[in-house]
Structure formats: structure tokens, C-alpha cells
């Protein structure tokens, strides 16, 4: 039962099953036996009375395991799988019912059902535009359901996830999707046609790769029906003369336009359309009257080539593969949306890529500042901020970096600012898109300056930023605390290199730059963990006393010193215990100590263990009084 | 069973109970009777064979319920019901465990436990301040324990209700607290003092009132026992010269103190604390070693009127006694902080019912300008945003109202800005305290101008603001949407006005009026809803156009005209129903046709009927097909 259990982890195979399949002999002596009646079928002798116990060897076993028994059960299981799943299969009917959100068309199910497309939109305000457009093409022919945002990767999802996901079963009731069969046509669909709209961003491309994916591991037959899925793709940006509309649907385009018309660009009104929420009910009906110029459709040109592209960026078989295909990204690598057909292949590496590096910018921390984008917004804002409120300057050397050899000029608020208002700072000034809680959570711990939180914390805490009792969980409301840059931030990131940054631009609003460049690695000084695609990242925090003194060997060229973490007002110990090629292992130990009535007193937990879930660990050790 | 389970709605009396407490005679006749045995015991025949039913008469039953019978198994539900409440009772024991997140007394449950005392503080944060101060005075007689927000209101919660809630359940733990006794001491307690800390501000007033209810109805005998109730205060306000720090417990108290000082008040520096989050570690140990002027004792000075005054406020009975009680309110009312002791009267009537109000306010539109202080917030802020980007003004009349003799001038935004960073300049510019969600569905309102929304909106939307299909709830995301002030609002709120409003002041910031004053009543035009403590309400939308003939015609002396609700572009019809001195009823109806082919053709739903939800109601009544 384990094996097969093992080989196949949905198969949740049990005892009975196994017995069904397995006849088991054993030739055996067994002294005074009794049996259930005088045909002697049954021993009713009960084991304990046996005398002699039957150990099954190692090797036995491993025979058993290689028979054809488990190969046996486990197309039991498979079959018995497909089985639940088929259930969930969809039929040609003419009319469902019981699906919400659901916009059928008028023709689904009917025997105009080729002419029929669903439109697959992201979120229930794409879905209002949608409505607005199929106002034009009318109802016949269209219909629209509205995903709830990202659909399961099924490659590796289990039997339960796929049967328990509302969302694909529903998209399987509306085509009409069978379980395993083999598509040449889609005459056997409630729709000729499967059409996706999301928004022109980097979790809309992921939308559009993850229902790629899922047809390609369910029904791969359906992919190489020629103009089945297609995807309706709307304007990013819109310029705007007087009467005069220019729409482009790729930023390289628009740039390239840009800067052929020089100078007189700046007659023109830019409007950005990344969410499809942007575009007014108006706008959607004039995208579905051109509806031929919004629609492009994926194209099946190589079984190798298309196949393998969807495997390398959803299969978790493909990790090292996933990690090369990153690795060799270049830069301004994208879809040409000129193209009417796009290859699978083509859409997975030009344009999904580009979310898999989006994930990873914002997972991972640049080396040069060891920072993540919202923590890079968050310091580019205060120092904006402080531009204005700008109020007292003083001169001074900072102690640390002998290099620095012009005094650096330090501005400090004169106000505390309340963390809720710098909250709505930041979200005004620098395009933070990942929500209030996100950011106050993220300001919050740059704040921080309990033991195992930074080293050198940027921003200064006003009121409760959290303690190591919860590990800085118990930080008090945003509006209660306050905070202000600390005289040491602008010291190592000096104000003069503000001007040799490569600011970014969204959506024509100028914010951070790509990266900060502070005068020691940040990185090192108060550490960093992420989990991206393909890579993730821990660095424990250094101290910058030791980070400086190899930066001066460095610049005397002398041989750096190796380094070993150091966590600012850390009581205990911390010892490297292996060694390897692949990293170095520390372990970090607390203060323990005796006093006399043979208790223990514990003084201080190793980094990151916080106060109320060891003494919950404790407890739950404890015998029930 | 029915009767009884009517009596207690909590007793669940299932019909085996009833059965052990009811004997019924039935004398009958029965042909060719059928039995088990020679003794007759029991009838076998079947009640079908029996050739007879018997009815029992409505009287019959009525004499049933009014027997002894209901009294006993009442009575018998009760015993029940708090045999469970004593299964969750605490017991005076040195140690406990299994409730996360408490720390414990060292002398708690031991001979010294009378004079330990529990902190009960609102939220984590204000935990760790605790934990801070009681760095100070040892953790031998302080316990701390967080409150997760508000308290149950247990006067009328059920069983199930009190039976789940881990919160009471963890408070009668640690205090050792036993259902239903009646305490003269707090001896059989494992503390002898309960110590409630939270913040400075309206939720902290009503997590200490639903503690004192608890309390109250629970074990009343408790409150009496002098100095166990106690709660912690903190300054509310601080002012800093140089050294000198005054702290004030009460805004009267700080407004006194300034205007004592007249002009030099300005040469101090201000900071509030609202907040127990705003108090760093430091000033917790402040606090604590000079507890004795933080500590103020509850006290029970007369039972009817303590009493009273408990139930007044938590009691579901009182609640038209709650309605005169907010009515009677008067502005300025605020318990004395130099008190040292308060009586629970006084802080009901002079503490509490400031969040009553609060809640009022914050639930209930202003008839003046028929907004809830959300939306004026934005209306403030798109006005001083304007102010700032200011860049063409255009003199206008305003057509529909004669009276505003002078041109109103009427001033654009060039730009529109995106609701993502219309939210921020919000919660920096208002002191708005809930949530970005909920700031964005208020713009998002007040922009949206489908049918059913607003007759008026007083913000234009740009991109998909929600639609009929869903009733609003389908708009995008506030990052790709945009908005900026309608022309008419400035019109209907007109500048020269601005300076004749009273601009309220939160913690020094300057922020909206108390109302603002359009020149038709707005309350009115868009309609209003909302629920409060003792009040709600229910607006729907009326014709500007009949407003203002009614405003005409009140201005000239005449009679004003009974006006009919209107929504703007709603082609179904409005009828009304009844007329009562409570209210007039209205039936709303849409537009429903017969196309040929025996079907219905719904054009129009009623008013606030969205498409989507109707039509799951018609699914929800289709035969599966």
C-alpha cells in the first residue's frame, strides 16, 4: 500500500483495495489447529496461539514491490481517478445552469457552437467591459465569464486541488470539456473558440500562461485546433491631439514613436491603459467594433518547441532549467504585438518571462542596496518628502567611511511623521501597487531596531514598532506611531550620489531609482530573505564595523577577512558548525543558566525565536497540571 | 418542545427530554387490540389499524404549555445550560497553561494573589508596552493579557456565543472565575485586581464599557468589591519646552491649559498620544513607576443608578431608552479626569456615550450636507488637492439655482488623478482612519453614476467605476482608475463659501468641516443609508430638479409639493404603496415583455436589483435541466 501510495501520491490507496488484489500462501505448521468447520477452510486458531510468528525479509518485500501487483493497483488507482475526474466533465447542452457570473451566449451548446467564443476575463470589472463590448458583437455569438484572478498551475496540482477548484471545473462545464478525450475540432464544445482578457501587466501575462498551461497538461489536442484560444489585447497607452487617437500596444512601440515625432511629443496627451478597468465602457465598445484588430491567436507550430516552453515555466520537474531560461533574459526582450499569431513558444519567452523576472525583482533584493522595490520606494519617498520639509543642515564626517572624503551634508525632518500618513506619502508618490497593509508592515520593519530585526535600522521608530516578544507582530496601529529618517541614512546614502541614479518611470511618473548605491553593502549590514521563481535568497545580517574593515582591506588591496554574522545587541552565541561547498551552517544559541530551586532561567533566545512562541513551545511540553 | 425552546431561546430541548417529563393517558378504543405478551404491556398493533386518530384540541394544548410541565423543563434547560458555563470556570491555581499569548503573575493563584493584578490590554502592541512597564514594577503581581479587539457584548449573546468565545472563556481562566458565585472578596480569585488599558480614543471607551458589561452581568457582585476594577490611563497629550514636559489626560484639560498660557502656548511642541502605540518603551516605564497616577478605580457608589446606566448602554430592551439618553446628550459632556475614582455611572454618561455619538456620526449622513464623514473627507480633500493644482477658472452660472446671484467660479483639475493616488493624498491629508479598502469604495461611490447610484455624482469617473451587472462591486482596481471633481460640484459647494465653514482639527491637523453647506440639500439628491447605535436610516433619491422647484417655492411663501423618490435614468416605474405617519412605502418595478416565442424579456430591474443577482434568483428557481 505504501509503495503504491508512494509512486502515485494521489492515489490514496487503501488496505481493502490492496487485499482485492493480492493472494498471499503460506506454508505453515501450526500445532492443535482448530477450524470454523469440518470442510477445515478456515483456521480459527487465533495468531497469538501459533507458536511461531512468519517475518516477512526485506527482500520478500522488495520482490512483492516489483511484481505486477503494484503495477496493478496502481492503473486501479489511475483509473479510479480518472473516473472522479470525468465526473466533473462537461456535455454540448444547449443551456447550464447553476454557474455564477456566467454571461453564456445566446448560440453555446447549439449548432452554431463554432462561431461561438468565451471570453475569459480577468476579474469582474474586465468582465463589466466585455459586457459593454459584446453590446456591439451582440449576445449571440459571445459570452463571458470572469476568472477570480490566477488559475491553479495544474502541472503538479493534486487529484484533490483539481476537483475542489471551482474555477476549472466551472471553465470545463462551460466548454464542455471531457476529461482525457482527444480533440481534433471543437465540434464537441459548447464554443468554437476560448478568448482570454487580461490586463496589460505582468499578472496579466501570468493569467494568460497559466490557462495555456492548463489546457496544454489537460487536453494538449485542444492547443493545435487552429484559432481555438486567442486573446483579446487592449491599447497600453493612447496619445492624444486635439481630435486626433493613437493607440499602442507595446511600450517599445510607443517609444519608437516617441522618438521619431522628437521634440513635438510633448504636444500630445499620454494616457496609460495597463488595467483593463481603465478603459471606459465607451472604450470597450470601440475595441469590440474593431474587434478584429484586438484579437490574435495563438498558434501550435512545433510540438517540441511549444510543448517544451509551457513545461519549462510551469512543470516543477524544470527548476534548473527555469533558473538558465532566467539567467539568459535580455533585457527589452518582448512579444512583437505587430504580429497577428503568436507562437506559444514565442509567448512564453517574450512575454511571461518578463513576469518571471517581475517576480523575482520583487522577491529578491538587489545586491547593490539590499533592498526589495517596496523598500526602495519607501526610502526614495522619505528623502522626497524631506526635499520639501527640507529645514536644517548640518555638516558632519561620517565616523564610519574614511573614503568619503567631502563632508556630507545630513537634513533631518524637523517633524515626526505619523507612519499613516507616510503611508499615503508613499502610495501617492512612488506607484505602490501591493496594498496599505503591505506597506505600513514594510516601513514598520525598516524601522525596527529590536535584537534580530536590522542592524542599522533607516528609519527612526516613534512609539511601538514591535519587541521580540512577537517578533515585531506586536507593532501598534499606523496611526499611532510616527517615524522620521535617521541622521545615519543619508550618511550612507549620500545625497550627492542622488543625481548619478537611474530613476525609473511609471506610467510617466518619475520614482526610485533601479537601485541605491550606499557607501557600505546594505545588504550584508542588516540581511535579507525572499523566495522568487527559480532562486530565493537568505543573508543573515553582518556587523558593518567588520563590513568596513575588509572594505579597507579591499581598498589596500589586502586580503579580505571572512566574515561571521552579527546581530546588534545579541546576547548569545553563534558558532559556524559545517562547511561546504554550497554555504556555510551557524548555529545560534541563547543564554541559559541555572538558579538554585532547579529551575531554569532563560535569558535570552537565539535570533529570530521570539519570547511568546518559545514559551508556547515550552508549554506544550509541560505536563497538564 | 416548541413552546419551551421558545421560552429559552438558548435551550435547544430536543423531544427525548420532553418524553422523560410528560405522561400521557390516552383512553381509547381499539378493535381486536394486538399485544406483546400475556401481560398486556405494551400494544403492538399499528397506530394506521387503529380505525380512530386522536386529535388534540387547540384548548388541550394550551393547557399543556401553561402546566407544569414547561416550568420544570425550563428549569431543567437552565441547570443545563450552566452546568456547561461551569465546565469552562477557572480555579485558583499557581499555574495555568494553554492560553497563548498571557504572561502571567509569579504570585497569581498563590497567598499573595490579592494583590496581583491582570493587565487586560486592547491589542498586542499595547502588550508590549505593558511589558515594558512592568519591567518596572516586577512581574511578582503583574500579569499581562491581550485583548484581541472588542469584547463580546454578553448581555444578550447566546450560550453557543459565550460557550465559543475564547476570549471570555481565556478571562475566566486566568481570574479563576466560577459561574454564577457570588463574590464579597476577590480571595477565591487568582488575581485581586483587573487593570484595563487601552487606547486614548472612542473604540478604547467601548472596549472598556463591554468589560465592565461582562462583568456586570455576569458576576455583579464583582464590581462591588472596591478597587477590584482599575483601569491604566496614559496622557493624551504631552507638551515638550526644552525639559519641561506637561502631560494632559483630557483634551478640556489641555484646551484650558493653552488658553491659560494665551499667546506663548505656541512656543511649546505638542504631540498626541491616542494612541497607547504612540508611547515608546521608555515612557511605558515612565508610567509604570509612577503608577499610582496612572491607576483610577472604578466604583460602585449606588446600585440603582450604576446598575441602570450598565444595562442603558449594552441592554438589546433599552433601546428606546438609549435614543432619549444620545438625544440628551450634550456637547462638551467628558468625564473629569483629575478624578481619582469613577463611578460607573459617570462613565457610561460621560465616557462611553462619546462613542456613541462617534458611532452615530460616523453611520449616520448629516442632513445638512447628506455626507458621512468618509465622504466629506474626500470631498475636502478633492477640493485641496484642486487648490494646489489650480490652473483654469472659468465663470459660470449655475443654471439650476437663481438665487446664487453671483457667477460661481468654477475651477477643473487639468489632470486626473488615479484613485491608488487619490487614496493617498486622502489618508495623508484627513486623518482617515479605516482602511485604504474602505476609502476606495467611498471615492468609487461617490464617482459612480449607474443607474441606482448617485443622481448627482460629485466625482467623474474615468475607467470602470462598476456597472448594474453587479451593483457596483465589479469596479477595477484603484490603480487603473481616475477621477477628478465633476464641474457641478464646485457649483453646488460653491469656494466663496469655504471660508464660512467651522474646519474640524484632529491631532493638530487641520481637516474637513464639521459640514459643509451645498445650496441644495444633497441628502436629498443621492440618498443616504446606514445603521448607528439607536438610530438608522434609509434616504432614497429624489429629482434635483423637484428640489429645487420645492426650494422655489419655499423662498417664495408658497406651499412646498410632496416629492416622489427618482432615479436617474430608470425607465421602470415608482408607486406609492401606503402612507402611514410612520413613512410612506413605495413599490419600485422594472420593465418585463412578451417576446413571441412564449418567453419574458426583463429590460429593466428595479432600482438596486443588479443583473447578476437576479439572475441567479431566476436560475435558483429553473428546473435542473
Chains 1, 2 share one sequence.
Not at 511618473?509 to 549590514?525: A, D, F, G, K, T
Request: proline residues 4%; contains cysteine; glycine residues 8%.
Amino acid at each position: 500500500m505504501g509503495v503504491v501510495n508512494k509512486k502515485n501520491k494521489q492515489a490514496n490507496m487503501k488496505l481493502h483495495t490492496v487485499k482485492g488484489y493480492l493472494w498471499v500462501f503460506v506454508n505453515a505448521l501450526i500445532d492443535n489447529p482448530a477450524f470454523d468447520s469440518q470442510t477445515k477452510e478456515t483456521l480459527t486458531t487465533r495468531q497469538a496461539s501459533f507458536g511461531s510468528t512468519c517475518e516477512l525479509s526485506e527482500e520478500f518485500l522488495k520482490k512483492v514491490s516489483s511484481s505486477g501487483v503494484v503495477s496493478n493497483l496502481l492503473s486501479w488507482a489511475e483509473f479510479k481517478l480518472n473516473k472522479e475526474l470525468k465526473k466533473t466533465d462537461g456535455t454540448k447542452k444547449t443551456s447550464i445552469v447553476g454557474i455564477p457570473k456566467l454571461e453564456d451566449a445566446n448560440d453555446a451548446g447549439g449548432k452554431n457552437s463554432d462561431k461561438c467564443t468565451l471570453i475569459l476575463t480577468e476579474g469582474d470589472s474586465a468582465k463589466a467591459l466585455a459586457m459593454a463590448g459584446i453590446g456591439v458583437v451582440g449576445r449571440d455569438h459571445y459570452g463571458v465569464f470572469p476568472l477570480r484572478g490566477k488559475l491553479l498551475n495544474v502541472r503538479e496540482a493534486s487529484h484533490k486541488q483539481l476537483m475542489e477548484n471551482a474555477e476549472i471545473q466551472n471553465i470545463k462545464k462551460i466548454l464542455g470539456l471531457q476529461h482525457e478525450k482527444k480533440y481534433d475540432s471543437t465540434k464537441g464544445l459548447r464554443y468554437g473558440h476560448l478568448m482570454i482578457m487580461t490586463d496589460q501587466d505582468h499578472d496579466g501575462s501570468h493569467i494568460k500562461g497559466l490557462l495555456i498551461n492548463f489546457i496544454h497538461k489537460e487536453w494538449p489536442s485542444l492547443l493545435k485546433v487552429p484559432s481555438f484560444l486567442v486573446e483579446f489585447i487592449t491599447p497600453i497607452i493612447k496619445a492624444t491631439k486635439g481630435k486626433a487617437v493613437k493607440s499602442f500596444y507595446s511600450m517599445p512601440d510607443y517609444e519608437a514613436w516617441k522618438e521619431s515625432l522628437g521634440g513635438s511629443a510633448s504636444s500630445w496627451t499620454i494616457k496609460y491603459y495597463k488595467g483593463l478597468g481603465t478603459s471606459t465602457a465607451q472604450e470597450g465598445r470601440d475595441y469590440f467594433e474593431d474587434i478584429t484588430h484586438h484579437k490574435k491567436d495563438f498558434v501550435w507550430a512545433d510540438d517540441k518547441e511549444d510543448g517544451e516552453a509551457i513545461e519549462l515555466a510551469f512543470s516543477k520537474k524544470k527548476i534548473a532549467e527555469r533558473k538558465d531560461w532566467l539567467t539568459n533574459y535580455q533585457p527589452g526582450t518582448c512579444l512583437d504585438q505587430r504580429e497577428k499569431r503568436i507562437k506559444y513558444s514565442d509567448f512564453i519567452n517574450k512575454e511571461l518571462i518578463l513576469f518571471s523576472m517581475a517576480d523575482l525583482e520583487r522577491s529578491i533584493p538587489s545586491m547593490v542596496d539590499g533592498f526589495k522595490p517596496g523598500q526602495r520606494k519607501i526610502l526614495f519617498c522619505s528623502f522626497k518628502k524631506n526635499l520639501v520639509k527640507e529645514s536644517k543642515v548640518r555638516q558632519r564626517v561620517f565616523e564610519f567611511v574614511y573614503w568619503n572624503h567631502h563632508a556630507c551634508s545630513l537634513i533631518c525632518y524637523r517633524y515626526w511623521l505619523q507612519v499613516a500618513q507616510f503611508i499615503g506619502y508613499v502610495s501617492e508618490h512612488s506607484a505602490y501597487h501591493h496594498g496599505e497593509q503591505s506597506l505600513a508592515s514594510t516601513i514598520i520593519g525598516m524601522a525596527q531596531d529590536f535584537v534580530g530585526s536590522n542592524n542599522i535600522n533607516l528609519l527612526e521608530p516613534r512609539g511601538q514598532f514591535g519587541t521580540r516578544n512577537a517578533g515585531g507582530k506586536d507593532a501598534a496601529s499606523a496611526r499611532y506611531i510616527f517615524t522620521r529618517l535617521q541622521p545615519i541614512t543619508r550618511l550612507i546614502f549620500p545625497k550627492d550620489d542622488d543625481v548619478l541614479l537611474n530613476y525609473l518611470n511609471e506610467d510617466g511618473q518619475s520614482i526610485e531609482p533601479s537601485w541605491y548605491m550606499p557607501i557600505i553593502p546594505m545588504v550584508l549590514v542588516n540581511g535579507s530573505e525572499g523566495i522568487g521563481t527559480g532562486w530565493s535568497t537568505y543573508v543573515p545580517n553582518y556587523n558593518p564595523r567588520d563590513i568596513i574593515a575588509n572594505l579597507k582591506r579591499l581598498l589596500n588591496n589586502e586580503t579580505i577577512v571572512p566574515m561571521v554574522p552579527w546581530y546588534r545587541g545579541f546576547k548569545g552565541s553563534l558558532k559556524e558548525t559545517s562547511s561546504k561547498a554550497t554555504g556555510v551552517t551557524y548555529t545560534i544559541t541563547g543564554v541559559i543558566e541555572e538558579v538554585p530551586d532547579t529551575r531554569l532561567k532563560i535569558t535570552e533566545l537565539p535570533v529570530r525565536r521570539w519570547t511568546t512562541d518559545y514559551k508556547e513551545f515550552l508549554e506544550s511540553m509541560c505536563p497538564i497540571p
